[in-house]
């Protein structure tokens, strides 16, 4: 599932393969991804517009032009992938964005979220929304924003109004290097706690944005979650499963003790 350090990655894919390039024509396949505008609106403000230098924050992609700007939210099962005309077509692919030298290529199974159109107001309005990206928050800002919220801290991590980009690959690995119970009160986690808790996001994120996801190393918990008897890669401990905050949850219940 697309998190901060996926999006990250498609936004060197757009810097790569689009910065600069001119649309040539836009084929919309599905419109049920687009969000508040057209097929034929998208086509019609964006052939002969040129990709501008794209930026990211938290989960969303945002691809200016030399006019409106596009904000893609990959959902669940998103990707922006480079080809060419000869390449097959993917059932998955909803939007192809032709390009003087090229494609670009909107692929999304589930259709979760999507494409949105509008100039740099309407970018405002949706990224207002979000927190500070995760990537960039620091420590002073981090305590505040998980100090305005209540309930458990594997929920706080989660909400994109607090810290934008954490999904759920980030937040069980960053409780899980913290050494924090993803159903603890965000209360209980202050002081060196919650200190370390944003070392570890800041270090989970560098090394996850550097391979562009959440990598499944063995080290990792992500690379223990899915095994049939899956162990935790510190201690050899059984790992929990369960659902936190709606989602599912993997934890060591040695190096996370107890509710908190």
């Not at 159109?117 to 995760?134: F, H, I, N, S």
């Not at 050899?236 to 060591?252: D, K, M, N, Q």
């Amino acid at each position: 599932m697309p998190e901060l350090p996926d999006v990250e990655g498609f936004r060197r894919v757009l810097a790569a393969h689009g910065q600069g390039r001119r649309i040539a024509d836009v084929t919309v396949a599905d419109p049920g991804v687009l969000r508040g505008v057209s097929a034929r609106g998208l086509r019609r403000e964006l052939v002969g517009k040129r990709f501008d230098t794209p930026e990211r924050h938290g989960k969303w992609l945002i691809a200016r032009t030399d006019g409106p700007v596009l904000l893609m939210h990959f959902g669940m099962t998103g990707a922006l992938v480079p080809g060419t005309p000869d390449d097959p077509p993917d059932p998955h692919d909803r939007v192809v964005f032709v390009l003087d030298d090229g494609e670009l290529r909107f692929r999304d199974q589930r259709k979760l979220q999507g494409i949105r159109l509008g100039d740099e107001a309407e970018a405002k309005r949706v990224l207002a929304t979000q927190g500070p990206d995760a990537m960039a928050v620091g420590r002073d800002e981090f305590e505040r924003s998980m100090s305005r919220r209540r309930g458990r801290i594997k929920a706080a991590l989660l909400d994109q109004s607090l810290i934008a980009g954490l999904g759920n690959l980030l937040a069980d690995e960053i409780l899980w290097r913290a050494g924090v119970h993803p159903a603890c009160p965000v209360r209980e986690v202050e002081g060196a706690r919650l200190r370390r808790l944003h070392t570890q996001m800041r270090q989970v994120l560098r090394a996850s944005v550097r391979v562009g996801h959440v990598p499944g190393r063995p080290s990792w918990l992500t690379g223990r979650r899915y095994e049939q008897d899956p162990h935790c890669p510190r201690c050899a401990s059984p790992l929990c499963t369960g659902r936190v905050a709606g989602r599912g949850t993997v934890w060591c219940p040695r190096c996370q003790p107890g509710g908190c």
